[in-house]
């Protein structure tokens, strides 16, 4: 199984901050990348796939980038609705994994 | 709009067995890939099954492999997922997914709420 391992675990940022999450591929993947956001009690909603490709109607204060096997979600200008727990997942190949998620926190 | 509803969860014995459904409505059901992920309380995101669009492809994890059985049933716009001999490990929250396209197993445009299952004596 391909394992994704994502940094940080968590995170404190302002309103306005510039948040970086950073995903790593323990093989190759091509792009097959996507990230997801979570908030409690609410179910995951897709914000990027195919590591760069941003999903209809998500803001684009998100993007997402790809160099090798590390993968990156950038969040410019993190808004109060952005505080929540992030999640990649490799698409390349089954079984399909997820990273540990990343929680992002009011500062 | 697109709108998956989960129904079907709740408490059951260890070792017994759970039928949850997904109903799905707001596009062409029978045109994408469907799946189930679950999420254990307080834990991450895991899949656990994935069905072709007409349903003679299916997909297992290893965790659930022989005791849990996908399907779909087109004419209702409906993806269930028969759960057998339960154990602990399996309480989680159950999220029906929707694939990008026919082909396309592991990209999850749109999701459910999710149905909580939970396996306890």
């Known amino acids: 199984d391909i394992q994704m391992t994502q940094s940080p675990f968590s995170l404190s940022a302002s309103v306005g901050d510039r948040v970086t999450i950073t995903c790593r591929a323990s093989?190759?993947?091509?792009?097959?990348l996507n990230w997801y956001q979570q908030k409690p009690g609410k179910a995951p909603k897709l914000l990027i796939y195919?590591?760069?490709s941003l999903q209809s109607g998500v803001p684009s204060r998100f993007s997402g980038s790809e160099s090798g096997t590390d993968f990156t979600l950038t969040i410019t200008s993190l808004q109060v609705e952005d505080f929540a727990t992030y999640y990649c997942?490799?698409?390349?190949?089954?079984?399909?994994?997820f990273g540990g998620g990343t929680k992002v926190e009011i500062e | 709009e697109v709108h998956l509803m989960e129904s079907g969860g709740g408490l059951v014995q260890p070792g017994g067995s759970l039928r949850i459904s997904c109903a799905a409505s707001?596009?062409?059901?029978?045109?994408?890939?469907m799946s189930w992920v679950r999420q254990a309380p307080g834990k991450g995101l895991e899949w656990v099954s994935s069905?072709?669009?007409?349903?003679?492809?299916?997909y297992y994890a290893d965790s659930v492999k022989g005791r849990f059985t996908i399907s779909r049933d087109n004419s209702k716009s409906t993806l269930n997922l028969q759960m057998n001999s339960l154990n602990a490990e399996d309480t989680a929250t159950y999220y029906c997914?929707?694939?990008?396209?026919?082909?396309?197993?592991?990209?999850?445009?749109?999701w459910g709420q999710g149905t909580l299952v939970t396996v306890s004596s």
């Open positions: 093989q190759s993947i091509s792009r097959n």
């Open positions: 069905i072709s669009i007409a349903g003679g492809t299916t």
């Open positions: 997942q490799q698409s390349y190949s089954s079984p399909p994994t």
């Open positions: 195919s590591a760069s």
């Open positions: 997914a929707k694939g990008l396209g026919p082909g396309n197993y592991y990209e999850w445009h749109y």
């Open positions: 707001g596009f062409t059901f029978s045109n994408y890939a």
